[in-house]
């Protein structure tokens, strides 16, 4: 469809086969990986921005706050636990994908679009390696569970300012 829209508006020298190309395959999996979760993440903001108390902001008004600093000092401080859990979801969501790269391309052309999720998962049924797959899996779960501990320790959360 998008190589379609690329001929059509003139461009179809960037027209290209996306998830048959080895350089251009992981970030055609990527792409559909985001659009595939960025309804979500916005709910999550939408709910969070609605949440904040419009006292607030007729306050900023009142004390001459433009939209711009009404923005940084009102709205992205309420919303900061909320990044929090976008981004742990975002990030865990990084390491444990399989459906996308599985589905659109098998880890290929070669291994360029493998992720650990796709190597645990050939590891585990193609090559009937399950002690190194479960290798596999408890690596996948110790990065998660580091990052997650970091941006914990970055987000202050679930401390009082």
Do not use: R
Not at 96 to 116: C, D, K, M, Q, R
Not at 133 to 138: F, G, H, M, R
């Amino acid at each position: 469809m998008l190589n379609q829209f690329l001929k059509m508006i003139g461009l179809s020298n960037l027209a290209l086969p996306w998830l048959g190309d080895s350089e251009t395959a992981i970030y055609a999996v990527i792409a559909v990986s985001q659009w595939q979760s960025i309804g979500y993440i916005a709910m999550l903001y939408i709910v969070s921005i609605q949440k904040i108390s419009p006292e607030l902001y007729e306050a900023a008004e009142m004390d001459g706050a433009n939209k711009i600093k009404t923005f940084f000092h009102i709205t992205v401080p309420a919303t900061k636990e909320m990044t929090f859990v976008a981004v742990i979801l975002t990030l865990t969501g990084a390491f444990t994908v399989f459906n996308e790269p599985y589905i659109l391309t098998g880890g290929g052309p070669g291994t360029s679009s493998e992720v650990l999720s796709t190597y645990l998962y050939k590891t585990a049924f193609s090559k009937d390696m399950m002690g190194y797959a479960s290798a596999i899996a408890t690596v996948i779960l110790i990065i998660t569970l580091l990052i997650s501990l970091v941006q914990m320790k970055i987000f202050k959360t679930g401390k009082e300012d």
